[in-house]
């Protein structure tokens, strides 16, 4: 009995596992993992495409964030971008600069669009010429430049080959083949046509009374401006029509020059228009002068040629003329009638 009583007892203490493999807790640390990796990454592809000004204001921003509230300035919530603008670089300018728009950079700009096609009207022009067998022989007649007014466009005359019949509008047969050639043409730029008419200095007694070189430079202004409607050209292009007599000589030395007898056409910028229309208060003329509203650089004067310029055109001289006049008129109108001039008509 004793040694059936002594028998072994054995004891089992079971340890409860947390879950082991069948557990959940390693997905939302993998989870946190792989999201930290994908804006690790974009960060990466982020500051890889950035330029380099770009992220030193990105810098500075962080460096400083309180140097607005500090200084002064613009908030943050009147602009597009939390980044510093105002400048080409970002890292020179002090707090946050509202960007106002360059209005100089844009005029300038402007200017040298304008200017581009003009000098691809001007080459057209004289493409025109070379093509045309006509106009070909009238070359060294045809005078084009670029001036501070637009590009300009002279029909002057010669010893032997005038434009116009003696002391009269009447257009030559050539003239007008030469006038409505190029009006062909002005269509093609949306700026406004300015012309001018000019004569010498001679003058005749038998000429009729009241009637000298100032109304027939006009009529001749105006006789050329009806060849460049009928060459195509739209009427509402011309903006101002004037005849300034031989108060502006292409050869100062010598009044009595044919080449002082010419049509100056000029094809305008918007400066130019700007100070005809009243919109704009005065004219600077090659950077210097400042002249009044329809006040032109040609009316101004011009350097004088010592000689016929040859087929390249005048170099030099200013842009095609105008009249205080004419500043107040916004259709095209003849120059006023001067007393003193009125002695005679010149050829």
Not at 9 to 21: D, E, F, S, T
Not at 84 to 92: A, E, I, L, R
Not at 165 to 183: F, H, K
Not at 315 to 331: E, F, I, K, L, N
Request: aromatic residues 4%; positive net charge.
């Amino acid at each position: 009995m004793a040694a059936a009583d002594k028998s072994t007892i054995v004891i089992k203490r079971v340890k409860k596992a947390g879950g082991g493999h069948h557990g959940g807790a390693w997905k939302i640390a993998y989870a946190d993992f792989v999201t930290a990796m994908m804006a690790f990454f974009l960060l990466m592809w982020l500051i890889s495409s950035t330029s380099k000004a770009k992220l030193e204001g990105i810098a500075e921003y962080f460096k400083t964030p309180l140097k607005v509230a500090m200084k002064g300035g613009p908030s943050a919530s009147e602009r597009s971008s939390v980044i510093k603008g105002g400048g080409k670089d970002v890292t020179k300018k002090e707090g946050e600069v509202r960007k106002v728009p360059d209005i100089k950079a844009a005029q300038t700009e402007l200017e040298k669009r304008e200017k581009a096609q003009l000098e691809s009207l001007k080459a057209r022009i004289e493409a025109a010429i070379d093509a045309n067998p006509v106009l070909k022989q009238f070359k060294k007649q045809i005078l084009l430049d670029i001036t501070s007014e637009g590009l300009r466009i002279q029909v002057v005359d010669e010893q032997n080959r005038p434009m116009f019949a003696t002391a009269s509008s009447q257009l030559q047969p050539y003239t007008r083949d030469i006038l409505r050639e190029i009006g062909r043409t002005l269509n093609d730029v949306p700026n406004r046509i300015g012309l001018s008419g000019h004569t010498d200095n001679v003058v005749f007694a038998n000429g009729e009374r009241g009637y000298g070189n100032w109304e027939l430079s006009a009529d001749r202004a105006n006789a050329s401006r009806r060849e460049l409607v009928q060459g195509g050209m739209q009427d509402a292009k011309v903006l101002r029509v004037v005849g300034l007599s031989s108060a502006v000589p292409m050869n100062k030395d010598d009044a009595r020059d044919p080449i002082n007898r010419r049509i100056s056409i000029v094809v305008m910028n918007k400066r130019a228009e700007q100070a005809i229309t009243g919109e704009q208060s005065s004219l600077d003329v090659h950077g210097g002068a400042e002249l009044g509203a329809g006040m032109s650089a040609e009316a101004a004067g011009t350097p004088g040629a010592a000689g016929k310029p040859g087929a390249s055109g005048v170099s030099g001289t200013a842009a095609a003329a105008g009249t205080a006049g004419a500043a107040s008129a916004p259709m095209p109108v003849a120059a006023a009638t001067s007393s003193a001039a009125a002695k005679g008509a010149a050829r």
